[in-house]
């Protein structure tokens, strides 16, 4: 399994869900998980890291989150980046960690929502 640091906008997608409109928010949630994925990625590949010290900070400390009209996206689209974030983000000891365990459940929740919302669903019996 390979790991990478995912793109700033996929980290908004999700954001994007979670919190709307809140950028102070959304800023530092966005850089929770930044350093959380720079922090697997650390984890897999220890002998030769991503970014050294420096970068790490100035790409975590250079995260803003701002909603972007063109990436307000379906629910499917963020569920897909949360998909995405999630298995870089699985590497070492990040996957016990309590922030990768709220997104996860988070994404388990979305993908049930998502289902239950179409109309094959509702057609389906019960029983």
């Known amino acids: 399994m390979s790991s990478f640091i995912v793109e700033d906008e ?3 997608r999700i954001i994007q869900w979670i919190h709307p409109s809140n ?8 850089r929770k ?3 959380l994925n720079i922090d697997a990625c650390n984890q897999r590949y220890p002998e030769n890291h991503y970014l050294n010290e420096a970068d790490e900070k100035a790409r975590i400390k250079n995260f803003k989150f701002n909603i972007i009209e063109e990436l307000s996206v379906s629910k499917v689209r963020a569920l897909k980046s949360l998909h995405c974030f999630l298995y870089q983000c699985s590497e ?5 960690r309590k922030l990768y365990k709220t997104l996860e459940k988070l994404s388990q929740e979305w993908a049930d929502k998502i289902v239950s919302d179409l109309p094959e669903y509702e057609k389906a019996e019960w029983n």
Do not use: D, F, Q, Y
């Open 33 to 35: 998980m930044l350093r």
């Open 10 to 12: 996929t980290i908004i």
């Open 92 to 96: 070492g000891n990040v996957p016990s």
């Open 23 to 30: 950028e102070k928010l959304g800023t530092a949630l966005g």
